[in-house]
């Protein structure tokens, strides 16, 4: 099984920025497709940025373009998101997940085989 930890998350103001850490241990990143996600109380689990290691792209929800940054350190072993200009409804628990079997990326959480515990990630107004 392969070990993803998430670490960065915590308490901000609205306006303020939070740069989220996935340590993604023991895999090579050309492989996989690697995705930052999150699941706001009482709500579905949505995909917020994947980074497509077949062909180096990255992708972003639409709630996502202009305001995060996903990207990748394969020495490190890291795959950072970077959010800026935080809103209360980015509050949630954010989760990055890795997946072998994608061609690509995709949003849907169902594809993804791999989980990190996720980080907390709350905005107040």
């Known amino acids: 099984e392969v070990p993803l930890v998430e670490s960065g998350g915590g308490l901000v103001q609205a306006g303020e920025s939070l740069r989220l850490s996935c340590a993604a241990s023991g895999f090579n990143f050309d492989d996989y497709a690697i995705g930052w996600f999150r699941q706001a109380s009482g709500k579905e689990r949505e995909g917020v940025a994947v980074?497509?290691?077949?062909?180096?792209?990255?992708h972003y929800a639409d709630f996502a373009k202009g305001r995060f940054t996903i990207s990748s350190d394969s020495a490190k072993k890291a795959v950072y998101l970077q959010m800026d200009s935080l809103k209360p409804e980015d509050t949630a628990v954010y989760y990055c997940?890795?997946?072998?079997?994608?061609?690509?990326?995709?949003?849907?959480?169902?594809?993804?085989?791999?989980w990190g515990q996720g980080t907390q990630v709350t905005v107040s107004s």
């Open positions: 980074f497509a290691g077949v062909d180096n792209t990255t």
């Open positions: 997940a890795a997946s072998l079997a994608l061609d690509g990326y995709s949003f849907m959480w169902s594809l993804y085989e791999y």
